[in-house]
Each structure stands twice: as structure tokens, then as C-alpha cells.
């Protein structure tokens, strides 16, 4: 029985994020969305949609004009499922297994076409990945929460 809850908080984790370069997942599917207009130091508008998890993690998808989601942003409890929040980029990210810099409790992967930040230990994680072609005029990646 034990086994079959876990299971089912996992799925209804992954369920409920984006991955970068791609749309917002449908507020319906997740827990409570809240969405904020928001624009860059260069005047550029784009969207911060925030979610707490079922596992408590804080998710924040950063999404531009089109609806497409360029950067991300988490912290909680638990290790993200980078699997999930990098989507297609997750490939690209376990292939700079040799280019990571940091320790185990920091880590920063700088693959040029993406970038994500890491850190944590038990109990406390955050972190947060950026597209730097996508990113809007203005957005400054070290300011996301």
C-alpha cells in the first residue's frame, strides 16, 4: 500500500511542471497556480507562474510573451526532478558530467545553450535552470527566485 502511494505522489509530481522550452503545464492538472505579470529592467513583459508541489517543492516556470517557458526556478525539501524541468535539455545536461564545477552541495553546468545551478543538502534544495538564447532583453537569471 505504502509502495503504491509513493508511485503516486511521484507521477503527480512529474505531472505537474513544465520543461524549459516548452508551455506552461494547465493549471488544471497541478496544485494552485499563481501568476504574475512581471517585466525586465529593458521593459520586456513575461510571466512568473508559481506552484507549491505536493512534496512542498516551490516551482517557478518563467515564461515570455509567447507562452514558452525559458526559465525555471525551484526549492524545497527534496531534489528536483531535472528529468522533468529540463525536458528535452535533460540529454545535453547528463553529457556535462565532465564540465560540472562545484561540489556536492553546489553545482553549476554551463552547457552554452543552457545553464543550471544547483545546490542544497538534505532537507533543503534549490536551484534553477535558463535558456540564455531565450531569455527576454533585461532578465538577469541570478535575480529568479
Known amino acids: 500500500m505504502k509502495r503504491i ?18 508551455q506552461p503545464m494547465d493549471a488544471t492538472t497541478t496544485t494552485p497556480v499563481q501568476k504574475t505579470a512581471a517585466t525586465t529592467s529593458a521593459g520586456v513583459a513575461y510571466t512568473d507562474i508559481s506552484r507549491t508541489l505536493r512534496n512542498k517543492t516551490q516551482v517557478h516556470e518563467f515564461a ?7 526559465a525555471v526556478s525551484w526549492s524545497g525539501p527534496f531534489k528536483a526532478d531535472l528529468k522533468q524541468l529540463l525536458g528535452r535539455h535533460f540529454q545535453e545536461f547528463q553529457k556535462s558530467q565532465g564540465q560540472r564545477s562545484g561540489n556536492r552541495s553546489h553545482e553549476r553546468v554551463d552547457t552554452g545553450d543552457m545553464v543550471v545551478v544547483s545546490s542544497g543538502h538534505m532537507g533543503a534544495f534549490e536551484g534553477r535552470a535558463w535558456l540564455p538564447s531565450q531569455l527576454p532583453a533585461g532578465f538577469d537569471p541570478e535575480e529568479m527566485k
Open 64 to 70: 515570455n510573451a509567447a507562452g514558452t517557458v525559458f
Open 5 to 22: 502511494i509513493l508511485v503516486g505522489l511521484l507521477l503527480a509530481t512529474r505531472l505537474a511542471l513544465a520543461a524549459l522550452a516548452d
